[in-house]
């Protein structure tokens, strides 16, 4: 049973660049949250997409958009990359139907990026 | 808005021994959910323990266990007999019953030594 799976590993970037990141649910799971881990700090949600809309947004501008495909696997875009977008960007799935609230969530391994 | 503090940036303990770690949170809600999170150097986060509001019992896992205070709004994680393994970052989260964003407190890291 497949984990939660994201790619790439590791990712460099330079200032004003644009990036994108995948994300592959835990098998049976359809609702996937992005979050961004600063190094030395806590996980800061970031957005969560569930039946392929965006359900909660964190508090982060608008260069960060994601998207949710028919097969629930997601992508996080950020435009304009800032030096401060730095940071491990965390996948997690969970179940998120009405009645699944109580599912914790699953994550990924995540992908560092790192700006220039 | 919910807030989750973790007073501990650090600890350390010796194998075999119990360490208690310290978390506290701030919230309107009356149902909700509280987690435990395990974040080693491999950097997964990995789901130690959970805990429902509405459950007055603490919960447990093996060696690790809960003592949810909920009108302290407490909840500190103690982990018995620990082991070099044990050695991480642990985040407590805390989970609206809505079911959507996680809120992170800032983590403990925990070195267990031989």
């Known amino acids: 049973d497949a984990g939660v799976t994201q790619s790439p590993t590791h990712l460099i970037k330079t200032r004003g660049q644009q990036v994108t990141l995948r994300c592959s649910p835990k098998s049976g799971h359809d609702t996937v949250s992005w979050y961004q881990q600063a190094l030395g700090q806590g996980p800061q949600f970031i957005f969560q997409y569930y039946e392929e809309e965006e359900r909660q947004r964190g508090n982060f501008p608008d260069r960060f958009s994601g998207h949710q495909f028919p097969n629930y696997s997601s992508e996080l875009n950020v435009n304009a990359l800032l030096l401060g977008d730095s940071a491990l960007y965390l996948c997690?799935?969970?179940?998120?139907?009405?009645?699944?609230?109580?599912?914790?969530?699953?994550f990924g391994d995540g992908t560092r990026l790192s700006i220039l | 808005a919910q807030t989750v503090t973790q007073s501990q940036p650090e600890m350390s303990v010796q194998e075999a021994e119990t360490v208690t770690l310290s978390c506290t949170y701030d919230?309107?809600?009356?149902?909700?959910?509280l987690f435990w999170y395990k974040q080693p150097p491999s950097r997964q986060m990995i789901l130690v323990i959970r805990q429902e509001a509405y459950k007055q019992q603490n919960a447990t896992e093996n060696r690790f266990s809960v003592n949810f205070q909920k009108a302290a709004k407490s909840f500190s994680l103690k982990i018995s007999d620990s082991q070099l393994g044990d050695t991480a970052m642990y985040f407590c989260?805390?989970?609206?019953?809505?079911?959507?964003?996680?809120?992170f407190g800032k983590g403990t890291t925990l070195s267990v030594s031989s």
């Open positions: 919230t309107s809600e009356n149902n909700y959910y």
């Open positions: 989260a805390f989970g609206s019953q809505a079911g959507t964003a996680l809120i």
């Open positions: 997690a799935s969970s179940l998120g139907g009405q009645g699944y609230s109580n599912q914790p969530q699953h």
